[in-house]
């Protein structure tokens, strides 16, 4: 927030404003059983087929090829599960379900099976209709855990639990998954969260062993420094000091690579005020001063802010880094475009929102480009997924909007701006309750 705090200030002065035949017994053949799902192919979505075209066409030839009570023409298992990859792709969930579930029905003994019901499963995870997909994972994981798409079910069990706020059966899940399949595809990733997850569950102590575990494992890798750096966080939260400027210290010295999802300025911030809770402020002082505070600096700003707080010394740096930002505001704001301005004032009139916010989410998800999509399928300006634009269309009181309707400006920024809405009063409400 603090980076779009600064955005926020750049746009003040812009503004003003083929089936198989044989029928495997999974229970009494389980080899049998994995050596025929192996021989599905994964459908890999091209580029070309992710895009507004290809899901048109997919679209047409659906509609020509169904029934007249709407059940979708024959096709072969592979061709099911290609469209249901382009339907998924954009976002398009319950036509992507219907496929899926077509080649479930159609075609029970096919290798794509345990694919297609992976991805009813990870559909309903996306629209965050976790109590629908968590027996959807758990039948993946007691019935084709042999396979790939069994695992990942059985995997995302605990992925599922810890979105519907039960970190501590998603913690033991996890830890299952570890167990289990030591080599697994997503082993790194279920060492790592069954750390996080403990830790959600406030269950500290029990995290640590679980740290050791996944740094002696793997040792020299980037599980390693997340690892670390999850103690370090661990450390800083509890208040032990000690232990947080010797982890602060090791992270420091770490490579940071992208998996390891931090960077030099978060560990250098989390040093200094690990040294300024220990009562070394002149140390921290002087790390506070290394993180160099700019329009695009998260936590440049944070340090800023707390040399303020210290008083001094620190002030005094304070002062001369505010005001070399808010030089740099003013230079930038000459050249800052407020595109859309009319309709975002329009759009934010009796939602609490302020439009310079909005303009600045607006150049940072798409850039001012109303035909931008991502690879996520989020549409337009504001980036909006179609389960969004249709969950807020009521509350604006506009009709349910089609994808092509989420690239004009003022749709997207219309529905954008009671997203905004809403996820500030969140915000709000969460402060005074904390």
Not at 249 to 255: I, L, V, Y
Request: proline content about 6%; charged content about 25%.
């Amino acid at each position: 927030m603090v980076f779009l705090a600064h955005q926020l200030l750049v746009c003040l002065a812009a503004l003003s404003l083929a089936p198989a035949c044989t029928r495997v017994d999974e229970a009494h053949n389980p080899e049998q059983a994995a050596a025929l799902y192996a021989t599905a192919e994964a459908i890999v979505v091209p580029a070309d087929e992710q895009t507004d075209d290809a899901l048109a066409l997919t679209r047409r030839m659906d509609g020509a090829g169904r029934a007249p009570d709407g059940t979708l023409a024959q096709m072969t298992p592979q061709e099911h599960m290609r469209r249901a990859g382009i339907y998924h792709a954009n976002r398009a969930f319950d036509e992507a379900r219907a496929h899926w579930r077509a080649v479930i029905e159609r075609y029970p003994d096919d290798p794509n099976v345990p694919a297609a019901h992976f991805g009813v499963g990870r559909s309903l995870f996306q629209e965050k209709r976790y109590a629908e997909a968590l027996p959807v994972f758990e039948n993946l994981g007691g019935k084709y855990i042999e396979t790939p798409a069994g695992r990942d079910g059985f995997y995302y069990v605990a992925a599922t639990l810890l979105r519907m706020d039960r970190a501590g059966e998603a913690a033991t899940r996890y830890a299952a998954y570890a167990e289990r399949f030591p080599n697994g595809e997503r082993i790194e990733n279920a060492l790592l969260n069954v750390i996080d997850s403990l830790r959600e569950a406030g269950r500290p102590d029990e995290a640590l062993p679980w740290i050791a575990r996944t740094r002696e494992r793997f040792t020299g890798k980037p599980a390693d420094t997340s690892a670390l750096f999850a103690r370090f966080r661990l450390e800083v939260a509890r208040g032990d000091w000690q232990s947080a400027l010797r982890s602060g210290d090791e992270m420091s010295r770490a490579k940071l690579t992208r998996e390891v999802n931090t960077t030099p300025p978060e560990i250098s911030y989390l040093r200094a005020f690990s040294l300024e809770q220990s009562g070394r402020k002149d140390e921290a002082v002087r790390v506070y001063q290394s993180i160099a505070d700019s329009l695009g600096s998260y936590y440049g700003a944070l340090s800023t802010a707390r040399l303020q707080k210290l008083g001094g010394a620190g002030r005094a740096s304070a002062t001369l880094r505010e005001n070399r930002v808010r030089g740099d505001v003013r230079r930038a704001a000459g050249d800052y475009p407020a595109p859309h301005r009319e309709v975002i004032l329009r759009s934010v009139a009796g939602r609490g929102v302020d439009p310079r916010f909005v303009l600045a989410i607006m150049r940072q998800e798409s850039g001012f480009n109303a035909r931008a999509k991502s690879p996520a399928a989020a549409r337009g300006l504001l980036q909006l997924t179609p389960e969004i634009a249709a969950k807020y269309a009521p509350q604006v009181k506009i009709p349910a909007p089609r994808d092509e309707d989420l690239y004009r400006p003022e749709v997207n920024i219309l529905l954008g701006s009671a997203y905004l809405a809403e996820l500030s009063r969140g915000k709000r409400a969460s402060q005074r309750v904390s």
